[in-house]
């Protein structure tokens, strides 16, 4: 294999039609496509929808100008990244079938695939903590999460998943391709482009594991050790009011951790499995489209303090300004 920073075998080619890669996402099911870019559509649009309210009321309201909030607008912005980098290449892989993609424009959409997966992963471990600390660590809380330590975190957050998501893709379309430039999936992600892959892939097999190990299965462990301390300081509270109140904050982060982590571990923590084309389909709608859609829903728009801020800048302001 030439190193990886050695142009790629297609680059002098990229116009010719049969360098072109193809999603053939959903192709097994060619009469429900029609349907299904409706549901995608409506999904796509509400994951804006509800993600952009989460920015602007944590942005505009006083009141949620804490970690907790700051994290989630994060989150919120990931989530809106992820679904313009997915969704549109899925509506018009429905619609259009058979539609060619440059190497390029595939290998743009893993590299971000692959960062904002890194970056939720991180977000989520560092709002894990952050609920870690406000529960267990009430009296130190103020001082550890200084609105400068947030801002680190969050830039952190952000940047972390690049350089690695870079050196797969570069490493990945290094690879020579033969035979089908078909792609059994909706979106250019590795395990299907691994399967057109005609070279040994095992060392790169290997560095995916210990990838995905190192930004998924860590996160997951350092989560699941704050939740387990956050556990057993609930019980000890003596009232049942406060118990409620600390358990129903981090019960919908717990929801969101569980799909997201089970569902890309399925994917990325065996490349090569043996698990067909179409069940990768599905599971990947899960982390790809289905988190992204509710993470609003389960995380804020059923939340007291978000409710408040919606009546505040949204209704209070309006009526303010009505003559």
């Given at each position: 294999?030439?190193?990886?920073?050695?142009?790629?075998?297609?680059t002098?080619?990229?116009?010719?039609?049969?360098?072109?890669?193809?999603?053939?996402?959903?192709?097994h099911v060619?009469?429900?496509?029609?349907?299904?870019?409706?549901?995608?559509?409506?999904?796509?649009?509400?994951?804006?929808?509800?993600?952009?309210?989460?920015?602007?009321?944590?942005?505009l309201?006083?009141?949620?100008?804490?970690?907790?909030?700051?994290?989630?607008?994060?989150?919120?912005?990931?989530?809106?990244?992820?679904?313009?980098?997915?969704?549109?290449?899925?509506?018009?892989?429905?619609?259009?079938?058979?539609?060619?993609?440059?190497?390029?424009?595939?290998?743009?959409?893993?590299?971000?695939?692959?960062?904002?997966?890194?970056?939720?992963?991180?977000?989520?471990?560092?709002?894990?903590?952050?609920?870690?600390?406000?529960?267990?660590?009430?009296?130190?809380?103020?001082?550890?999460?200084?609105?400068?330590?947030?801002?680190?975190?969050?830039?952190?957050?952000?940047?972390?998943?690049?350089?690695?998501?870079?050196?797969?893709?570069?490493?990945?379309?290094?690879?020579?391709?033969?035979?089908?430039?078909?792609?059994?999936?909706?979106?250019?992600?590795?395990?299907?482009?691994?399967?057109?892959?005609?070279?040994?892939?095992?060392?790169f097999?290997?560095?995916?594991l210990?990838?995905?190990?190192?930004?998924?299965?860590?996160?997951?462990?350092?989560?699941?050790?704050?939740?387990?301390?956050?556990?057993?300081?609930?019980?000890?509270?003596?009232?049942?009011?406060?118990?409620?109140?600390?358990?129903?904050?981090?019960?919908?982060?717990?929801?969101?951790?569980?799909?997201?982590?089970?569902?890309t571990?399925?994917?990325?923590?065996?490349?090569?499995?043996?698990?067909?084309?179409?069940?990768?389909?599905?599971?990947?709608?899960?982390?790809?489209?289905?988190?992204?859609?509710?993470?609003?829903?389960?995380y804020?728009?059923?939340?007291?303090?978000?409710?408040?801020?919606?009546?505040?800048?949204?209704?209070?302001?309006?009526?303010?300004?009505?003559?």
């Open positions: 294999m030439p190193p990886f920073w050695a142009a790629p075998p297609w002098n080619h990229s116009r010719s039609a049969e360098l072109e890669f193809v999603l053939l996402g959903f192709a060619p009469s429900l496509r029609p349907m299904l870019a409706v549901l995608f559509l409506a999904a796509f649009l509400l994951t804006l929808l509800g993600n952009t309210l989460i920015v602007l009321l944590t942005s309201d006083p009141g949620l100008r804490v970690p907790m909030y700051l994290f989630l607008r994060q989150l919120a912005l990931v989530e809106i990244c992820f679904s313009l980098d997915v969704a549109p290449r899925l509506l018009v892989t429905l619609l259009w079938p058979g539609r060619g993609m440059y190497p390029t424009s595939c290998a743009l959409q893993l590299f971000l695939v692959l960062s904002f997966v890194s970056t939720e992963s991180l977000l989520l471990t560092v709002m894990a903590w952050d609920r870690f600390l406000a529960i267990c660590r009430p009296l130190h809380y103020g001082t550890i999460m200084s609105l400068r330590l947030c801002h680190l975190l969050a830039t952190t957050c952000w940047l972390a998943g690049i350089p690695v998501a870079l050196v797969f893709t570069i490493w990945l379309f290094n690879f020579p391709y033969c035979g089908s430039r078909g792609i059994r999936h909706y979106l250019c992600d590795i395990p299907p482009l691994l399967s057109l892959v005609c070279a040994d892939t095992r060392v097999e290997v560095s995916v210990v990838a995905t190990v190192l930004i998924m299965m860590v996160p997951v462990s350092l989560i699941l050790m704050s939740y387990t301390r956050i556990l057993a300081a609930v019980l000890q509270m003596p009232s049942a009011s406060g118990r409620h109140k600390a358990l129903s904050t981090c019960a919908s982060h717990l929801i969101v951790v569980i799909l997201f982590y089970c569902t571990g399925v994917i990325h923590l065996r490349p090569k499995s043996s698990y067909s084309p179409e069940s990768k389909q599905v599971v990947s709608l899960s982390y790809t489209m289905v988190t992204p859609m509710f993470n609003p829903l389960i804020s728009l059923r939340n007291k303090e978000v409710k408040a801020a919606l009546v505040h800048v949204f209704i209070q302001r309006r009526g303010t300004f009505t003559p």
